[in-house]
DNA sequence: AAACAAACCTGTGCGC
DNA sequence: TGCGCACAGGTTTGTT
């Protein structure tokens, strides 16, 4: 699901609620949810504690504590942050639920739902090495600089296709199957073109537009699928999925040039959707 | 170094 | 209506 449009629209809509909080309660319905640690750790650590901020970086999300700990959570495929009352009713596959408080305010719920159970709930102290994924990650682009050198020595040069690099978090971190097609198709640039081939010229309209189409989708909330799996902490879909022109789009004729049948390949287990002909 | 497959899970949509 | 299969936004691990 989530791609870092939908995760950096999902920390902006619970941010206001969370910062200030403090958790009086956890309740942990699913240990795999919070595997890494188990779920004493995670109580233990969260119970009594105040939320000071929130962050993130490339696909994950981090709340940070008033005592310098951290909770990490990272949505993967089918995971969900949702604010919630704590007399509503509990959706299908919530696994962590943390009531929170703050002064002057009615208590709320903030619950971790994730029907794959791919995700995951991490509370952390930053001088342990819990999370070392973390420290691997490439430039994010929204909250690095992220200016053409920085994007240049990252990804040029590599023998590798544009797809693959992508999609390499440890180059660019947040970027997913969905935003890196539309990055592509937006770029003319096939999937499998090899990035050492591409002239400066081309390296900085890659640039430019991987800025222009995340920021583009971030200030859309992000993209809700016909399945309508993702939406924002309060319930709300994102809408950028009427931009897209190539993901899921497979048959249909390319809106830029009005002449290309949108294909669909699949490679290294994922698919990849171009126009064959704006692509090259 | 890079490409690929499999693994981790559940749900949905499709063809028959 | 039911069954089986393909497929899904991510990441890690192991194998060529």
Redesign the pocket.
């Known amino acids: 699901?989530?791609?870092l449009p939908?995760v950096e629209t999902v920390r902006r809509s619970l941010d206001a609620a969370v910062v200030g909080s403090r958790v009086t309660r956890v309740d942990i319905d699913r240990l795999?949810s919070v595997?890494r640690t188990g779920p004493d750790v995670v109580r233990a650590g969260l119970v009594g504690e105040t939320f000071i901020g929130t962050r993130r970086r490339?696909?994950?999300l981090f709340f940070d504590l008033a005592n310098g700990n951290s909770m990490m959570v990272?949505?993967?495929?089918?995971g969900r942050l949702l604010l919630a009352a704590p007399d509503s009713p509990r959706e299908?596959?919530t696994h962590v639920v943390l009531r929170l408080e703050r002064t002057g305010a009615a208590s709320s719920e903030l619950r971790f739902v994730d029907?794959?159970?791919?995700g995951e709930v991490v509370v952390f102290n930053p001088d342990d090495d819990l999370v070392?994924?973390?420290d691997?990650?490439g430039l994010d682009p929204l909250v690095d600089e992220f200016s053409f050198d920085q994007f240049h020595a990252a990804v040029g040069?590599?023998?590798?296709?544009l797809k693959?690099?992508l999609?390499?978090?440890?180059v660019i971190?947040?970027?997913?199957?969905?935003?890196?097609d539309e990055i592509m198709h937006r770029a003319r640039l096939r999937w499998?073109r090899?990035?050492?081939t591409l002239a400066t010229a081309r390296l900085k309209l890659l640039h430019r537009t991987t800025v222009e189409v995340l920021c583009e989708a971030v200030a859309a909330g992000?993209?809700?699928?016909?399945?309508?799996?993702?939406v924002d902490a309060l319930g709300r879909e994102?809408i950028f999925?009427t931009e897209h022109r190539v993901?899921?789009r497979e048959g249909e004729r390319c809106i830029t040039c009005g002449r290309g049948i949108i294909r669909?390949v699949?490679?290294?287990?994922?698919?990849t959707h171009f126009c064959p002909v704006c692509q090259r």
């Open positions: 699901m989530p791609e939908e795999r595997r490339g696909k994950y990272h949505l993967r495929m089918s299908a596959h029907p794959r159970t791919f070392p994924e973390v691997r990650l040069g590599r023998r590798r296709g693959a690099v999609l390499d978090q440890s971190a947040g970027i997913g199957n969905i935003y890196a499998d090899r990035v050492d992000g993209s809700t699928l016909s399945d309508t799996q993702y994102g999925q993901y899921a669909r699949t490679g290294a287990g994922r698919s």
